[in-house]
């Protein structure tokens, strides 16, 4: 059973930082692309960064970019995103999601791109 769980969230001032994680079980997901999503109340999800299968690529949200830093370690089976100077704007729940295809060359900035979801984890920042 494939599993995906995020950790990491919280209430931080704005300026501030947090680092999430996201534990994937279940399967290996070495070779799959894996990204970020994350929705705000009464909004839809949207994309906030991934990384390709390798590590090599990474691909963000133009309203991220330059403050956040999507990251994996193969070995943990678990891919991270570092974020710095936090906004009011970045409040949201946040949810990893594991690629369809197998070394896909995508840079996965779409929802149907995905098939395993995590459950989300809070993100609250505060003005």
């Known amino acids: 059973q494939v599993q995906l769980v995020e950790s990491g969230g919280g209430l931080v001032q704005a300026g501030g930082s947090l680092r999430l994680s996201c534990a994937a079980s279940?399967?290996?997901?070495?070779?799959?692309?894996m990204g970020w999503f994350r929705q705000a109340p009464e909004k839809e999800r949207e994309f906030v960064a991934s990384i390709s299968w390798s590590g090599a690529l990474t691909y963000y949200a133009d309203s991220v970019k330059g403050r956040f830093t999507i990251s994996r370690d193969k070995g943990k089976n678990t891919v991270y995103l570092q974020m710095n100077s936090l906004k009011p704007e970045d409040t949201a729940v946040y949810s990893c999601?594991?690629?369809?295809?197998?070394?896909?060359?995508?840079?996965?900035?779409?929802?149907?791109?995905?098939?395993?979801w995590g459950q989300g984890t809070q993100v609250t920042v505060s003005s």
């Open positions: 999601a594991t690629g369809k295809r197998r070394y896909g060359a995508s840079d996965y900035r779409t929802e149907d791109e995905y098939d395993y």
């Open positions: 279940g399967r290996s997901f070495s070779s799959y692309a």
